[in-house]
């Protein structure tokens, strides 16, 4: 969705936005109008000014060299090369992450216009790259496995120099929610158990495995894992059931 000059600066002055190293010199000053001349040419500027959804799931500059590294370990393993040399599909796939979860959701066409401008996914809405949840996920069809790399901002600090449990919870239901509706489609998560065995330093990079358990009707059990990237900590250890919905549930209709 484009929006007017006036509801952008709007939004900017109630300071919704705040101007972190993604925004280059070439965009717009905060209050500066966006006449409808404008609107074409923003298309190359960078977020937020673009019409453009960002994929959050990519490297930006605030990924630290163990984010980049396990990033690109799980990546080179999206697509493979024969001996033939043909590419191929690998046995993990990364799944794009936008800051409007329904509007790019499975069967987010079926979804108004309305719900759609209005439906953001929270740690997708941070806008200082680096500040708090910077994570991408990557899927594994065959063996029915969710892993994520996630590194842990400032801002979401709970114990002096560690992740509050809440955010570790957050990252937990992002990474089972998301493996659960790839699995079975649209799903709310029903229940979530955690045991927090250790905790996280605040700026490090850790891993967050998801794995099915079971599916029984409507219901998908999953068992998650949160581990230091050399497997040899654990830090969280989790269940989730998550059930399927329609989207009319999803919409309260
Ligand atoms: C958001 C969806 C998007 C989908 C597409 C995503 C694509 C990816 C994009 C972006 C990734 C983002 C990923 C984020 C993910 C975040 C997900 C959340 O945080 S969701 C918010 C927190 N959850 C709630 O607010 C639910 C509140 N609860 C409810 O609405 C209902 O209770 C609900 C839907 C969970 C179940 O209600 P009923 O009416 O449909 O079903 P009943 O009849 O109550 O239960 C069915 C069966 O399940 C059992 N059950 C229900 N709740 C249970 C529980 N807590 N524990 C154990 N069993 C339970 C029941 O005993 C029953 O079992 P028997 O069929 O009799 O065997």
């Known amino acids: 969705m484009i929006r007017s000059g006036a ?13 972190g190293p993604l925004f ?14 404008t609107v074409r040419t923003m298309v190359a500027l960078p977020w937020p000014f673009s019409s453009q959804p960002r994929d959050f799931s990519l ?25 033939a040399g043909e590419r191929q599909r690998g046995p993990w796939r990364r799944l794009p992450s936008y800051n409007r979860s329904l509007k790019y959701a499975t069967g987010g066409v079926y979804l108004s216009k309305l719900i759609q401008s209005k439906a ?17 996920v990557f899927v594994n ?30 990252m937990i239901d992002a990474v089972t929610g998301t493996h ?14 955690i045991n927090y065995r250790s905790p996280i330093p605040l700026g490090s990079t850790v891993l967050i495995e998801s794995c099915l358990d079971k ?15 050399d ?11 998550f059930l399927s919905i329609t989207v009319g549930k999803l919409l309260g209709v």
């Open 59 to 83: 490297p930006n500059s605030s990924w630290g060299s163990e984010m980049m590294r396990l990033y690109e370990h799980y990546n080179s393993q999206c697509e493979v090369v024969t001996e």
């Open 231 to 241: 497997g040899s900590k654990l830090h969280t250890e989790a269940t989730g059931l």
């Open 7 to 19: 509801q952008m600066a709007r939004r900017l002055s109630a300071g919704f936005l705040s101007r």
């Open 141 to 170: 069809k065959e063996e029915q496995r969710c892993v994520c790399v996630f590194q842990a901002g400032h801002l979401l600090e709970g114990p002096p120099g560690h992740v509050h449990g809440g955010a570790i919870a957050t």
């Open 180 to 193: 659960a509706a790839y699995l079975s489609g649209p799903v709310m998560t029903a229940n979530l158990n």
């Open 120 to 136: 953001r996914l929270f740690t997708r809405n941070i806008r200082a790259p680096g500040a708090a949840f910077e994570y991408v």
């Open 215 to 229: 599916n029984e009707g409507r219901k998908t059990f999953l068992s998650c894992k949160v581990t230091s990237t």
């Open 24 to 37: 280059s010199a070439g965009a717009p000053a905060a209050g500066v109008p966006l006449g409808p001349g």
